[in-house]
């Protein structure tokens, strides 16, 4: 029988907790968090995003989409430790990144405004805003020329800036599916966006 995370822990276990969960029992969601919490906390996300409150935050994360996914999860002869494990992975990946882009906004800014201090402030920028809207309608319009799935796929991750697990939960798909698709989106998009 294939080991599970835990080695304490049998998939007969585990199968009877997700059993509960799936049928509703969030108190299940104890067991599991018992088993795995500290585990997915240590070897999963610390070591991908080494600030303990943030990894305490992705913790959380990983157990409140688990228990929204529950009903997706599949009972096979492995243990719900790698769905866990993913997830976490996953999480812990997108707030580093989402934290990576805040940090090169942040000093974007600073180096800005020591700039507006020490050479004065600089000449206003011309209104971009026709250029801005151009470029809207032409990404609207290239948008509906493509396939509507490979559409959606760039609207919900590039437009309006959500994770992959929540792209791939909206789209009804698993996340390695949702990148696939983006993938080859992306790849459409190149060919009716205009040059």
């Known amino acids: 029988m294939p080991a599970t995370a835990d080695e304490s822990v049998t998939l007969?276990?585990?199968?009877?907790?997700?059993?509960?969960?799936q049928c509703g029992d969030r108190s299940a969601a104890a067991e599991l968090y018992r088993w795995y919490g500290d585990k997915l906390y240590r070897a999963v996300i610390l070591p991908r995003l080494p600030n303990p409150e943030l990894a305490?935050?992705?913790?959380?994360?990983?157990?409140?989409?688990?228990?929204?996914?529950?009903?997706?999860?599949?009972?096979?002869?492995?243990?719900?430790?790698?769905?866990?494990?993913?997830i976490a992975s996953n999480r812990a990946i997108d707030v580093h990144r989402a934290r990576q882009r805040?940090?090169?906004?942040?000093?974007?800014?600073?180096?800005?405004?020591?700039?507006d201090r020490t050479m004065g402030r600089p000449p206003p920028r011309p209104d971009r805003a026709p250029e801005i809207a151009e470029t809207?309608?032409?990404?609207?319009l290239s948008l509906s020329r493509?396939?509507?799935?490979?559409a959606m796929a760039l609207r919900?991750?590039?437009?309006?800036?959500?994770?992959?697990?929540?792209?791939a939960a909206l789209m009804?798909?698993?996340?390695?599916?949702?990148?696939?698709?983006?993938?080859?989106?992306?790849?459409?998009f190149k060919k009716v966006y205009p040059p």
């Not at 809207?136 to 609207?140: D, N, T």
């Not at 493509?146 to 490979?150: I, V």
Request: overall charge negative.
């Open 156 to 167: 919900l991750r590039l437009i309006e800036d959500r994770d992959r697990e929540e792209c």
């Open 102 to 115: 805040a940090r090169k906004f942040q000093e974007k800014h600073d180096h800005e405004e020591t700039a």
């Open 172 to 188: 009804d798909v698993k996340v390695g599916t949702f990148d696939v698709l983006l993938h080859r989106a992306c790849k459409a």
């Open 136 to 140: 809207k309608a032409m990404v609207e």
């Open 146 to 150: 493509m396939n509507p799935r490979y």
């Open 56 to 86: 305490e935050d992705v913790l959380k994360d990983t157990f409140r989409l688990a228990m929204e996914r529950i009903h997706q999860f599949r009972l096979e002869d492995r243990s719900i430790w790698f769905w866990l494990r993913r």
């Open 12 to 21: 007969d276990q585990e199968r009877e907790v997700i059993a509960r969960l």
